[in-house]
């Protein structure tokens, strides 16, 4: 038998849904959540949404959601941000979600002479966003990047994610970024503090063992991998330390 745990922590992208389709078993499994009055954050390093459009997203699809209960990278990354410099300039490269993060947090978006550069997923890049964001990194400023997912599931099929976005303007100015999504303990210790509940409490799930899980491991959290995205229990079959739980779908996890 499975554990109930007191709170959960629950990816989006291989999860929940690829792309526009959702996964069988998603909506129950939130429900059953809801009905045994369990509380859960959505944690997910896609930065391209605002928590409203994430929560609109999630409710189409027929599982129970509303904006308080989704937290993004690009959250954290503003949130990051803001315990740095409340004043910080920033040149960014990213979509909606990104933009209203910084925007919520009252920091200044910048063309030039930035403190900061923010790459979140863009879907609209260009060769002269990355030649800018260079320039700005070669003058000093702060490389940061809302997630290292090289590739993100869809439905159709694997594509470029963040990280391999970021990678153009790490390898070209020899600069490491700070990455805040999963597994970092940036967007991890946030979202344990939002959640409320003690380590030993809480469950994370999620589908990719390098961002979901580990994010879990190294928060000193129990993790539930589902093979409905990314990782696949043959790809872990010599990875140390494993999943708490593996389940192929959540409708086994559900049925204990």
Excluded at 217 to 228: F, W, Y
Aim: glycine share 8%; aromatic share 8%; proline share 4%.
């Amino acid at each position: 038998m499975y554990r109930d745990y007191k709170a959960y922590l629950i990816d989006l992208d291989g999860t929940m849904y690829k792309g526009t389709d959702k996964i069988d078993g998603a909506g129950e499994f939130v429900q059953a959540l809801v009905d045994k009055e369990r509380p859960f954050l959505f944690l997910t390093n896609n930065s391209s949404k605002r928590v409203e459009q994430v929560a609109a997203k999630l409710t189409d699809l027929g599982i129970p959601s509303n904006p308080d209960q989704v937290y993004t990278s690009s959250i954290a990354t503003a949130e990051y941000i803001k315990s740095e410099n409340h004043q910080a300039r920033v040149f960014v490269i990213g979509e909606d979600g990104l933009l209203d993060a910084l925007d919520r947090e009252g920091l200044t978006r910048v063309e030039s002479r930035s403190d900061y550069v923010v790459i979140g997923i863009d879907r609209e890049i260009t060769y002269e966003k990355l030649a800018r964001a260079c320039l700005e990194v070669r003058n000093g400023a702060k490389l940061i990047s809302t997630n290292g997912d090289i590739a993100i599931p869809t439905e159709r099929g694997m594509l470029p994610g963040n990280g391999a976005l970021t990678s153009v303007v790490a390898v070209s100015t020899g600069v490491d970024p700070v990455f805040v999504g999963k597994p970092e303990s940036l967007i991890m210790d946030r979202a344990l503090k939002r959640i409320g509940y003690g380590k030993d409490e809480v469950l994370m799930v999620g589908d990719n063992y390098n961002t979901d899980i580990l994010a879990g491991i190294r928060a000193g959290i129990d993790t539930l991998m589902v093979e409905t995205g990314v990782s696949s229990f043959d790809e872990l079959k010599q990875t140390d330390p494993a999943p708490t739980y593996k389940c192929r779908d959540l409708y086994e996890w559900m049925k204990g």
